[in-house]
């Protein structure tokens, strides 16, 4: 991601589909006063007086979080998901969430984890950090199967490893842009009891997408088998920072007997950031009041955009890359519902040096799938954001995307046509 970043500094004028952050057009900035306010009336409308008000606000405050109650209420409203607010705990975006389960869950070297490959490079990043191993469960070109999750779950337990987590996401999936069944949405939940596996579930694309969504895996969850990670970087206020981690299993404790998840995530967090900005929060909160709790509802003109978005992109893509011509160079990409990633499939390997001639020659950045592969792989995979750009933006990013595909996979072909002249010598002469 480094070498993203120095490729996207070094060519300024190129059009840039690498970048995974939403659009902030939506976003007017004083309404960050009125979110603010919103949330103190609604502290004085509980019966704080204000010098707890002030408190709040400028004290360090519970390392759980003051907004849970508020986000138990949305949950409830908005994603069916029925949780206590001391099931929750407030984070810094979902990878601090990320990385206090982790560290919870994970405490002996046979453990290991297992997440859907390709992954979201947080997830393995924070793994690496604790020094704990990751298994991949690969996709397939349409999705995830259980099947496939549970013959990793028989490998890693005949290898004397114990298999602790599954990590997921189910919704418009970073990278690969997928989105699980509701069918495999309910076997999983199904293994992963069986198995005495937690699943980790990331979805922070579903509510800032186009239709109807299917349930969260946490609304279907009826034995705790599911510890949700959620994020309000895409729907609320991305600067805030703010997550949550849904975390209602019963776990042992070292002199306390039987706890919450949450409370073990709650102690590792007052290690790590002590507690979450509570300026932040109020600004999460005063919106999350304001709309009822219903994130889709405030998210409506976004998600509209963002599906155009991304209609738009795999409009010009068959403009540019008509099927004929794709089947000739060998060329495929998916079609997402929603979500901010398309991926392509492509002749060439696309590497780092590819991402340099695209961007020098061609004036396109995109971003290479192998980078989300934890044990290597997507060396032929090119991922696509289409979240940040306005619809010229698109169509000439898309143009120069298709010339700098067409050259790179002509190239390919002639460079690979010798080898099947010589070989077609080779077997003449025998």
Known sequence: MNFLNEVTLRYPEAISFAPGRPYDG?????????????YLDHLLEEGASPAQVRTAMYQYGPAAGQIREIIADSLRVDEGIEVSPG?????????????LVLRALFTGPEDVLLVSSPCYVGITGAARLLDIP???????????????LAAAIDRELAQG?????????????????????RAARDELIELAAHHQLLVLEDSPYRLVSP????????????????????????TVFPGARVGFVVADQRVESDGEGEVLLADELSKIKSMVTVNTSSLSQAVVAGTLLAAG????????????????AMQDVLRRLDEYLPAARREELGITWNSPSG???????????ADNAALTRSAQDHGVIWTPMSYFYPLGGGHHGIRLSISYLTPAEIDTGIARLAAFIEMEARQH??????????????????
Not at 87 to 99: C, D, K, N, R, S
Not at 135 to 147: K, L, M, Q, T, Y
Not at 170 to 177: C, E, I, Q, Y
């Open 134 to 148: 990751v298994a991949p469960v690969e996709e397939r070109s349409d999705g995830f199967h259980c099947a496939d």
């Open 161 to 181: 490893r114990r298999p602790r987590a599954f990590y997921v996401v189910p919704d418009h999936s970073n990278p690969s842009g997928t989105t699980m069944s």
């Open 211 to 234: 239709g109807t969504p299917l349930p969260t895996l946490k609304s279907l969850d009826r034995r705790r088998s599911v510890v949700h990670l959620g994020s309000y970087s895409k």
């Open 26 to 38: 939506f976003f007017e900035t004083e309404e960050i006063f009125g979110h603010v306010r919103r």
């Open 413 to 430: 072909q002639q460079a690979l046509s010798p080898v099947a002249h010589t070989s077609a010598s080779a077997r003449g002469g025998q």
């Open 339 to 349: 979500g901010f990633f398309l991926t392509m499939r492509v002749p060439f390997r």
């Open 293 to 308: 709790g219903r994130i889709s509802e405030l998210n409506v003109k976004a998600a509209a955009y963002y599906g155009e």
């Open 87 to 99: 099931a929750i705990v407030v984070t810094v975006g979902a990878q601090e969430g990320m990385l």
